[in-house]
T-cell receptor, first 114, second 114 residues
């Protein structure tokens, strides 16, 4: 099946720094990718929809200046957590939509902000 | 708005026991319904899906039937194995103008003991 890869899978950073997480569709092109946040023992919360070549669409309550999303190519979307704080510590998951409407998920990236 | 409700976990079963994880949904229109599984340390994988009323999705011994009259999509397996230990998410796909947005339930953690 299709593969979506996230990098890094685990990152620890100091408060105030920015962290970039990459989401790549390895064997298909994805015009649409999604970014989710998952809190411990909770479900996935959709943060934003990333469309190739255009601005991301953010869900209500998600700060777009805090969580910068760039979808520069058909196989890569990036999420940058700017000026990270401990409350931003979470598990971030991306998914990519194929042209046939199937959704594939990355393995997730765990962010810990000290 | 659209939403998905699942039975709360964690659920602990002995190997070869019967599994049921309840899922009900609220939606306008006719959503597609899904079960996703997340194994420890991994991203989500599609387990099964059903796209219209009375459809039955099945995979790896798991089954779920799309019940429009009760707005339910309960997950069942006749005989669980230790390898089935994971978190299971019920989800619905909300049709959009250009892509479908997936809404997840809170997840149910399953532990199967030998």
């Amino acid at each position: 099946g299709a593969v979506v890869s996230q990098h890094p899978s685990w990152v620890i950073c100091k408060s105030g720094t920015s962290v970039k997480i990459e989401c790549r569709s390895l064997d298909f092109q994805a015009t649409t990718m999604f970014w989710y946040r998952q809190f411990p023992k909770q479900s996935l919360m959709l943060m934003a929809t990333s469309n190739e070549g255009s601005k991301a669409t953010y869900e209500q309550g998600v700060e777009k200046d805090k969580f910068l999303i760039n979808h520069a190519s058909l196989t890569l979307s990036t999420l940058t957590v700017t000026s990270a704080h401990p409350e931003d510590s979470s598990f971030y998951i991306c998914s990519a939509l194929t042209f046939t409407g199937e959704l594939f998920f990355g393995e997730g990236s765990r962010l810990t902000v000290l | 708005g659209n939403s998905v409700t699942q039975m709360e976990g964690p659920v602990t079963l002995s190997e070869e026991a019967f599994l049921t994880i309840n899922c009900t949904y609220t939606a306008t229109g006719y959503p597609s319904l899904f079960w996703y599984v997340q194994y420890p340390g991994e991203g989500l994988q599609l387990l099964l899906k059903a796209t219209k009323a009375d459809d039955k999705g099945s995979n790896k011994g798991f089954e779920a039937t799309y019940r429009k009259e009760t707005t339910s999509f309960h997950l069942e397996k006749g005989s669980v194995q230790v390898s089935d230990s994971a978190v299971y998410f019920c989800a619905l796909s909300q049709p959009g103008t250009s892509y479908d947005k997936v809404i997840f339930g809170p997840g149910t953690s399953l532990s199967v003991i030998p």
